[in-house]
């Protein structure tokens, strides 16, 4: 493990999490002999330790995390859209290791913001298992996670976007942090969603980073017309817009809330 990636974990959940950095090269190992993998390299991550592995010349990528809760909801998720190809398949999992090996995806490049990302998130949002948590508590942690890095008044936003998720509109299983370094390009196959933080709330939601990636709202808007609510989409991106740079409180650094 980089130093890089020590830090980050280190920073994401507190100094606490220095002795399971400590056990990760033996649990790395217990993995790998388990479900006969041969680490190749490092990739990014922001909850997890990411490895792109080979089980049988086939590519896969072990995600270890320090919290088990993560993982359980993740692969809970998996299951979920297990029927849908534009969600990453989930093939071995150790939950309370924190531990999911998952389908490795190739090229694995970031979508572009068009119409393929859009399929993506149609077919994401199917009717949401017991066992989710709600949009709100979702929105409740990217908003003190983002006042505990980024110093600035996020209240209102945060207020503006409870408000949303309270309405009663038709609740979906919600990816939770749907930006485009979490749609990957899966060759033949289309784009495919990976790192889900799931909850259970309005479609809309998901839209906003489309939104925010597109050349401007008005494009980014229209193009979700008859996809999701459009006059909800924008009043998601109107509480959500704290979290890009050119408008974050009190001049607060860019960064996506991810977490």
Known sequence: MTS???????????????????????LVATLCARWALTPERELTGNTSHTL???????????????????????????RAWEPVPEVVALLEHDVAAGALLLE??????????????????????????AGFIPLTERLDFMYAHAARGRPGDYSAAHAAARALALDPVPAVLLHGDLHLRNVLDAGARGLVAIDPRPCVGDAAFDAADFVFAAPDWETGLAALDGVVDVARAEAWCHALKVFLPAFAPDGAPAGHPTG
């Open 52 to 78: 792109l592995c080979r089980r049988g010349g086939t590519p896969v990528v072990l995600k270890l995390t320090p919290e088990p809760e993560i993982a359980a909801q993740e692969a809970a998720a998996l």
């Open 104 to 129: 490795g995806l190739e090229p694995g490049t970031p979508a572009a913001c068009g119409p393929a990302y859009l399929d993506v998130l149609t077919a994401l949002h199917v009717p949401a298992p």
């Open 4 to 26: 890089t990636v020590r830090a980050r974990l280190v920073k994401r959940f507190g100094p606490g999490v220095r002795p399971w950095l400590d056990g990760l090269p033996d």
